[in-house]
T-cell receptor, first 115, second 114 residues
């Protein structure tokens, strides 16, 4: 079945450590996105990528980094510089780039807790 | 910059009653509008979308929404809710067809009373 796979589902991190969240899609989508969800805040865009080897900052990129070496994969690293990393992280993808009429498909999310 | 407002944080509806969830957006150009639904601890599922054309759009699970440009609104309705409709609902606006990502509202939590 085609879809977006995020792993792990739950992740615990000690303060001061970097951690990488995985996102893989087999939908052959060009664009991929990372969102952060906090209770009562909706979703906020962290980073997005419209093509391999290129990515753009979203609204809350500070303390995060990404890479897009393969079309199928868009890992997100939460660095120690992120002051409040505990949140639910959602990865999404969509068919193509600017001007295309399409919706985003979402993974099941990773809940990150800093302990 | 675009923005989305969902005025109702929580809504409680009796099973079988009608439902309307409100969404207002701010965007200078023609918006691409979406409604997503999220069950607890899960990802988001597309409920319906508006890009152009007919302002009344049909979605999954019996939901429909109407785009009103004059009111900058994209409210979603359902004539008769089921207990399984209890979830978090998000309205979103996309620029560039959504290619640059979506701007979400803060969500409306729907509670269904038996």
């Amino acid at each position: 079945d085609g879809g977006i796979t995020q792993s792990p589902k739950y992740l615990f991190r000690k303060e001061g450590q970097n951690v990488t969240l995985s996102c893989e899609q087999n939908l052959n989508h060009d664009a991929m996105y990372w969102y952060r969800q906090d209770p009562g805040q909706g979703l906020r865009l962290i980073y997005y990528s419209q093509i391999v080897n290129d990515f753009q900052k979203g609204d809350i990129a500070e303390g995060y980094s990404v890479s897009r070496e393969k079309k199928e994969s868009f890992p997100l690293t939460v660095t120690s510089a992120q002051k409040n990393p505990t949140a639910f992280y959602l990865c999404a993808s969509s068919i193509a780039g600017r001007g295309s009429n399409t919706e985003a498909f979402f993974g099941q999310g990773t809940r990150l807790t800093v302990v | 910059a675009q923005s989305v407002t969902q005025p109702d944080i929580h809504i409680t509806v009796s099973e079988g009653a009608s439902l309307e969830l409100r969404c207002n957006y701010s965007y200078g150009a023609t918006p691409y509008l979406f409604w997503y639904v999220q069950s607890p601890g899960q990802g988001l599922q597309l409920l319906l979308k508006y890009f152009s054309g007919d302002t009344l759009v049909q979605g999954i699970k019996g939901f429909e929404a109407e785009f009103k440009r004059s009111q900058s609104s994209f409210n979603v309705r359902k004539p008769s809710v089921h207990w399984s409709d209890a979830a978090e609902y998000f309205c979103a606006v996309g620029t560039g067809g959504g290619a640059d990502g979506l701007t979400f509202g803060k969500g409306t939590h729907l509670i269904i009373q038996p």
